[in-house]
């Protein structure tokens, strides 16, 4: 079956998670580079934590969380202006260099676009204009209209209910492995993009092809 429609994580897939930081990375000093790691491993973190938990709280909120645990764990003295331009920062990251021309290409092809995201409506808005993403997508999804973060699966049926379409006929596309394996258990044609090129994380629970940039999916899902 030839898939209708493309669906992309945004933050890791089309957004650089890493932009932020190296904004600062002045301000931060020779620390930066690990305190962007560490802060997106706890934001990711505490996403799933809180699900586990019932205790919800929003994408800004779990990220600006683990800023602060980022920081005080690298001892950086951050004063509340670096913080809040951290913040700030986050709120528009800029697109990797070939998202633009592969959603348009994909576009091209007669697929739609989406975006299915933990990110909260307004920074998913605010990101997909400062990336100059906002043209090129059909529709953008956020997890909080259900109030539970990825890999749950009520997250993906928001994918085939706002497409009306059947998981088979959707590409989904996640730089995350987790999030793309999770895709791929329910249903949808899932692709990791490994930039990285990273071993494969949970091949012992589903199979998930690969691809090394944004830019081949075009001819992934000509192919498909």
């Not at 928001?158 to 989904?172: C, D, K, S, V, Y």
Request: charged share 20%; aromatic share 8%.
């Amino acid at each position: 079956m030839k898939i209708s429609a493309c669906v992309f994580d945004a933050y890791g897939t089309l957004l650089d998670v890493h932009a932020a930081v190296r904004a600062h990375a002045g301000r931060i000093g020779p620390e930066a580079d690990a305190v962007s790691a560490l802060w997106r491993t706890k934001q990711l973190e505490y996403t799933w934590v809180r699900s586990l938990m019932g205790r919800h709280a929003d994408f800004a909120a779990v990220t600006a969380e683990a800023l602060d645990h980022a920081l005080a764990v690298h001892g950086v003295a951050a004063d509340a202006g670096l913080r809040a331009d951290l913040l700030a920062a986050y709120r528009e990251l800029g697109a990797f260099d070939d998202a633009r021309a592969t959603l348009a290409a994909l576009r091209a092809a007669g697929l739609k676009t989406a975006i299915l995201s933990n990110g909260t409506p307004e920074w998913l808005a605010a990101a997909a204009r400062a990336a100059e993403l906002a043209g090129l997508l059909d529709a953008v999804w956020s997890i909080e209209s259900v109030g539970v973060y990825k890999p749950d699966p009520r997250v993906y049926c928001l994918a085939t209910e706002g497409l009306g379409l059947a998981p088979a006929q959707i590409g989904f596309v996640s730089s995350n492995p987790w999030d793309a394996a999770a895709a791929a258990v329910n249903g949808f044609r899932a692709v990791r993009v490994n930039r990285a090129r990273g071993p494969a994380e949970y091949d012992r629970v589903v199979s998930v092809p690969e691809v090394r940039a944004l830019a081949d999916l075009p001819a992934f899902f000509a192919a498909a």
